[in-house]
């Protein structure tokens, strides 16, 4: 299928209208060279990335997005759905192809390529049936456009955003996995909803593994700026490490518990990219827990673990990481994430 955006012509004869329908003003100069227009790629466009397009469409992120699949008819369907909305949409060019020179000059490339998750299976289960997917694309994407930044949403992320990084030779700052930013953000949302209150106004991380193994770093949970275990202790009000594990098992479980009701996730994930498409894109140097290359943080010494940490990004991807203060317990299970995950990398040959 050949790549096909909108255009100026119309009717079967391709009618130019373009330069008739609108008459310069007298003593016009020609229009000033302006900066180069802000692209986003989403390559593969099931239900996680038509929701991170539509998400990215609506919050006028891109000033063109370039869809990439393998399935041509479905593509072009999206394409054109997504089109028929212009009226109703920033202005955003919107074209799709199945060949990736579509995605050439990318400022962000977003991966969400893969298979989709069976019903009780775990992330890292995906990892060999997405592995043959990732040396076939990832190669193309970096090739076309050498200063993008690669944002990783497939699963196993982080094990994914690995092999990423590997296959495109990019620098570790422009290469991101997804990781627990939605994870954290169910966090948030468990306890804005336990305290009746914004979870906009809940500080709380989860870091480690997109999945089992990943850490809630209680310790440095904060509401309106109020530690809550420290409150807790200063007023004297009792709480049990059950209702703490209790809290983040519904994080992990989370996921599992929308794929198993309705199939997929889809809406969530949408937003939680966007919103860093929108830190790096704008430079807002908003910190987000993503997938990043953990060597030498916290403790994790060996290998080239991809896990999430509290990362600053901005527009030249990732900036720095955060140097929350973890518990030792906190620091401990850290490692044991790092490890589960360095067991699987090792095993790949990439």
Do not use: C
């Not at 329908?21 to 060279?33: D, E, L, N, R, V």
């Not at 008819?73 to 579509?102: C, N, W």
């Not at 977003?110 to 997917?133: D, M």
């Amino acid at each position: 299928m050949q790549k096909t955006a909108s255009s100026s012509t119309l009717g079967p004869d391709g009618l130019d209208i373009s330069t008739s329908f609108f008459k310069p003003i007298q003593g016009a100069s020609p229009p000033p060279p302006t900066s180069r227009n802000t692209k986003i790629s989403v390559v593969g466009v099931g239900n996680v990335g038509m929701a991170i397009a539509q998400t990215i469409l609506t919050q006028d992120l891109a000033d063109e997005i370039s869809l990439v699949d393998v399935n041509a008819d479905k593509l072009r369907g999206e394409m054109l759905d997504l089109q028929h909305a212009a009226a109703f949409l920033p202005r955003t060019k919107i074209s799709a192809s199945v060949d990736y020179s579509s995605t050439l000059g990318s400022d962000l490339i977003i991966v969400t390529a893969g298979a989709r998750q069976i019903p009780g299976e775990s992330r890292l289960n995906l990892l060999q049936r997405n592995l043959g997917l990732f040396s076939k694309m990832i190669p193309p994407l970096a090739a076309g456009s050498p200063e993008t930044i690669l944002l990783i949403v497939s699963n196993p992320v982080d094990v994914l955003t690995y092999v990423a990084w590997k296959l495109s030779g990019f620098p570790s700052n422009r290469v991101i996995g997804s990781g627990t930013n939605l994870d954290s953000s169910r966090f948030r949302f468990l306890i804005a909803d336990h305290l009746d209150l914004n979870a906009q106004d809940v500080q709380a991380y989860i870091v480690g593994e997109h999945g089992d193994s990943s850490v809630a770093l209680w310790s440095s949970i904060s509401v309106g700026g109020v530690p809550i275990l420290s409150f807790l202790e200063r007023q004297q009000i009792a709480y049990e490490k059950h209702t703490l594990e209790k809290i983040h098992k519904e994080v992990v479980q989370g996921a599992y518990e929308v794929i198993s009701l309705k199939g997929y996730t889809s809406w969530a994930i949408g937003y939680s990219v966007a919103s860093l498409a929108r830190s790096i894109l704008r430079d807002q140097r908003s910190i987000h827990p993503v997938s990043v290359l953990a060597k030498g943080f916290y403790g994790i010494d060996g290998g080239e673990p991809f896990l999430s940490l509290p990362a600053q990004l901005g527009r030249s991807g990732v900036l720095g990481v955060t140097n929350i203060h973890l518990t030792e317990d906190e620091s401990q299970q850290l490692r044991e994430s790092a490890k589960t995950i360095l067991e699987v990398q090792s095993q790949l040959g990439v």
